[in-house]
């Protein structure tokens, strides 16, 4: 069970990612917010009573559309990042290619601060794993090149 809840976690951010590169320049907001649900291994998941994103590093806090299957999703997907995260990036691209998705994933172990410039600086990236939190100067790097 949690291992499914591991690979829908992983699909959810990367497309996230992915989506928002790809994304038009479209500002409107949801008319409401996607409901959240607790973890499926019956923990608690770190939320606070603030507004979604408003912590930075608090991915729990973001309210997410439901994933689209594996199968259902094409393209090549590109991760970089986190040396740290590296071998949960692998294992969690292992995953999704085994619940269905056909395209290939580049896991880059390159180190946080080298794979948010991949994606904030050069947009080369789907996704940047990271170990620690997006400092504000690469915030603004992503919002340079149109990405939120």
């Given at each position: 069970?949690?291992?499914?809840?591991?690979t829908?976690?992983f699909?959810?951010?990367?497309?996230?990612?992915?989506?928002?590169?790809c994304?038009?320049?479209?500002?409107?907001?949801?008319?409401?917010?996607?409901?959240t649900?607790?973890p499926?291994d019956?923990?608690s998941s770190?939320?606070?009573?603030?507004s979604?994103g408003?912590?930075e590093g608090?991915l729990m806090?973001?309210?997410?559309?439901?994933?689209?299957?594996?199968?259902?999703?094409?393209?090549?997907?590109?991760?970089?990042?986190?040396?740290?995260?590296?071998?949960?990036?692998e294992r969690?691209a292992?995953?999704f290619?085994?619940e269905?998705?056909?395209?290939?994933?580049?896991?880059?172990?390159?180190g946080?601060?080298?794979?948010?410039?991949r994606?904030c600086?050069a947009?080369?990236?789907?996704?940047?794993?990271?170990?620690?939190?997006?400092?504000?100067?690469?915030?603004?790097?992503c919002?340079?090149?149109?990405?939120?």
């Open positions: 069970m949690f291992t499914k809840f591991r829908v976690l699909v959810l951010v990367a497309l996230s990612l992915v989506l928002a590169a994304g038009g320049q479209d500002t409107a907001a949801p008319a409401a917010p996607a409901a649900s607790a499926a019956g923990g770190s939320t606070d009573s603030g979604a408003e912590s608090d806090a973001v309210s997410y559309p439901m994933a689209p299957a594996p199968d259902e999703v094409s393209g090549d997907i590109i991760t970089a990042g986190s040396s740290t995260v590296f071998p949960v990036s969690m292992e995953l290619q085994q269905g998705y056909t395209g290939n994933i580049t896991v880059d172990s390159i946080t601060g080298a794979g948010f410039e994606f600086v947009g080369e990236s789907d996704v940047a794993n990271a170990s620690r939190p997006i400092k504000s100067s690469e915030t603004e790097a919002r340079s090149i149109g990405r939120e």
